[in-house]
């Protein structure tokens, strides 16, 4: 019966992006009362889930972009043999798994996952583009909460909001007293988890002499510059190109 197992021979080539997206998070961020706009216990536990991911899970992603609900992994090298459904199931189930014990929910939740194929050059234009889509969402979440403590809906709220120009929003909330660019730069240039290497010299008793090992470790920036600068393409150019 194995022949009749749809897509279980679609395979892909490295490198690649897996995105994942919460599903329904806003039923989800309900149950477990989010503080608005930017809630940071979420924020660090979706930052926990990267680590996660890159450590715990054995798919061993080089890195992940993480804002608001969505987790995008970098791998240059693919687990699997590059099966495209064995590894969107076990990234999105495992994230899921991860969150729920790292929120300590109650209630179930799930991501979906999908694959974007990349070089290094579409993988720096890809980080900038997601990068750019955590500010709007960051303009959104502001400009979203305000609204609603006037007393809008949230469905009035989104309505009003769409398709108005960025300089707009920024003079909303500067008529409610928040300067926008002076926000916590996690929210709104999200958060980046990545392995570094380094070497640890230490003695070991078969050889009975110094040796120098390498371990590779998993480090947080909270404090991204701005992908699409010149300071921001040399920092995505160094990180992609030290796989």
């Given amino acids: 019966m194995k022949h009749r197992e749809i897509f279980s021979n679609l395979l892909t080539i490295p490198p690649v992006f897996v995105r994942l997206d919460g599903r329904a998070f806003h039923r989800v ?3 477990w009362a989010l503080e608005r706009p930017f809630d940071e ?6 930052e926990d889930v990267s680590i996660r991911l890159i450590s715990d899970s ?3 992603p080089d890195f992940a972009f993480t804002f608001s609900d969505e987790i995008n992994l970098y791998f240059s090298s693919l687990p699997f043999k590059g099966r495209v459904e064995k590894i969107d199931s076990v990234a999105a189930s495992f994230a899921a798994s991860a969150l729920t014990l790292a929120m300590s929910s109650a209630g ?3 991501f979906d996952a999908r694959i974007i194929h990349v070089t290094p050059d579409v993988a720096t234009e890809y980080l900038i583009n997601r990068q750019r889509e955590a500010w709007r969402n960051h303009l959104n979440a ?3 909460d305000a609204l609603m403590n006037d007393g809008m809906s949230r469905k009035d709220a989104a309505l009003y909001l769409k398709g108005r120009p960025s300089k ?3 003079e909303l909330m500067f008529s409610h007293g928040v300067n926008l660019a002076r926000t916590p730069t996690w ?3 999200g958060v980046l988890v990545y392995k570094k290497i380094k070497n640890i010299e230490g003695f070991n008793p078969k050889l009975e002499k110094m040796v120098e090992t390498v371990r590779t470790y998993v480090v947080s920036d909270r404090e991204l510059p701005v992908f699409g600068s010149p300071e921001g393409k040399e920092f995505l150019s160094l990180l992609i190109g030290s796989f």
């Fill in 108 to 110: 179930p939740l799930s």
């Fill in 58 to 60: 054995g798919l061993s």
């Fill in 142 to 144: 502001y400009c979203q």
């Fill in 29 to 31: 961020a309900e149950l």
């Fill in 41 to 46: 216990r979420f924020s660090r536990a979706m």
């Fill in 187 to 189: 929210q709104r240039r």
């Fill in 168 to 170: 707009e929003l920024h």
